[in-house]
């Protein structure tokens, strides 16, 4: 059983950069594919970014492209996602979530296995 737990949300002005972490706990982290996903108020939660088991290898969903950064650091356990040039619709809860498979960049969030509680990131305009 992995436990994850995300941190680093808060409130950020328009323009500005967050960086959040992602604890993993209770398995082998290198063996997990990685993501991270968002849900804004009244609105379903969507794929943000994926990330292979060593890190090499990167997805993002077209919103985010050229602005966050998906990686992991399998030594701490820890997946990060750097946020930049945030803007107004980044708002939302940040989930990070994890699949027990190695070769694989997963956008769909019912092939996760384990969830995070989320972090808040509110962007002010």
């Known amino acids: 059983q992995v436990q994850l737990v995300e941190s680093g949300g808060g409130l950020v002005q328009a323009g500005g950069s967050l960086r959040l972490s992602c604890a993993a706990s209770?398995?082998?982290?290198?063996?997990?594919?990685m993501g991270w996903f968002r849900q804004a108020p009244g609105k379903e939660r969507e794929f943000v970014a994926a990330?292979?088991?060593?890190?090499?290898?990167?997805d993002y969903a077209d919103s985010v492209k050229g602005r966050f950064t998906i990686s992991r650091d399998n030594s701490k356990n820890t997946l990060y996602l750097q946020m930049n040039s945030l803007k107004p619709d980044d708002t939302a809860v940040y989930y990070c979530?994890?699949?027990?498979?190695?070769?694989?960049?997963?956008?769909?969030?019912?092939?996760?296995?384990?969830w995070g509680q989320g972090t808040q990131v509110t962007v002010s305009s």
């Open positions: 209770g398995g082998t982290f290198s063996r997990y594919a």
């Open positions: 990330v292979y088991w060593i890190g090499d290898s990167t």
């Open positions: 979530a994890a699949k027990a498979v190695l070769f694989r960049l997963i956008r769909r969030q019912d092939e996760y296995d384990y």
